[in-house]
């Protein structure tokens, strides 16, 4: 009983934090700013890999941007959620109101992560390379309408994909609660087992990031294979829009 006692006040501690979140900040407005953060660090890498490192696969290209973009996402998130706990108004909370310090095992990571699109946009993306890679060098013709088709799949799928990924302010939430939390344990040698910021992060995101890596290397494999004399998919377009 004292155990259920215990898991009770966590979880009514974690319910009373987020909804001071929620009342004290637009969460959705932070997620914007993150998210718009993100891609403006992505155009940047991407920028100097074309112009400066002069990397001229896109799939290469796309793959390091997206992999440098995801890491400064989560070390700009991890900072955000940091001044939303500090800065909110009666943080000092009793710990001892919140768990005894005991062996209570709570474990968060069963909740259900965002989302099933990921296996529908690997499958699709899966199904372009596929696509591509079996195409007939002759079939000069049928080339530039499955480059076309394959780009604009890829294109929509993906941004998609950044969108739920970067501009949701639900992985704010979580980390925020977690910081709270290690804060709490820090001041009262609360022994709970959490899954901590970084993983509460990576289980609301890694399906969102699988899809668009999977769109983007593939976009970037199309337009290697199909078009290699171009630099750049906003040149790729520039070449279709001539030929039609």
């Not at 390091?64 to 909110?88: K, M």
């Not at 899966?126 to 002759?138: I, M, P, Q, T």
Request: charged residues 15%; proline residues 2%; contains cysteine.
């Amino acid at each position: 009983m004292k155990v259920l006692s215990n898991w009770r006040s966590v979880r009514l501690w974690e319910t009373q934090l987020e909804r001071e979140l929620h009342r004290n900040y637009s969460l959705r407005t932070h997620g914007i700013l993150i998210g718009s953060f993100t891609l403006l660090l992505m155009w940047g890498v991407s920028a100097l890999q074309m112009h400066v490192l002069d990397v001229q696969s896109l799939a290469l290209r796309y793959l390091l941007t997206l992999g440098v973009g995801y890491l400064g996402y989560l070390g700009v998130l991890r900072w955000w959620a940091r001044r939303l706990v500090e800065n909110r108004a009666g943080f000092n909370v009793d710990a001892g109101d919140v768990v005894d310090a005991g062996d209570l095992a709570f474990d968060a990571a069963g909740s259900p992560a965002g989302g099933t699109g990921g296996s529908a946009l690997s499958d699709a993306a899966s199904g372009a390379l596929e696509v591509a890679g079996a195409a007939d060098e002759g079939a000069v013709i049928v080339v530039p309408v499955v480059a076309v088709f394959l780009i604009c799949v890829a294109m929509v799928l993906g941004a998609g994909s950044l969108v739920l990924l970067y501009f949701s302010w639900d992985a704010l939430l979580a980390v925020a609660v977690e910081v709270a939390f290690s804060y709490v344990s820090a001041r009262a040698a609360v022994r709970v087992a959490r899954e901590g910021w970084l993983m509460a992060a990576v289980r609301l995101t890694w399906k969102p990031l699988l899809g668009a890596v999977v769109c983007a290397v593939a976009l970037g494999a199309v337009l290697d294979h199909f078009m290699p004399q171009v630099n750049s998919l906003p040149e790729a377009v520039r070449v279709l829009l001539k030929k039609h």
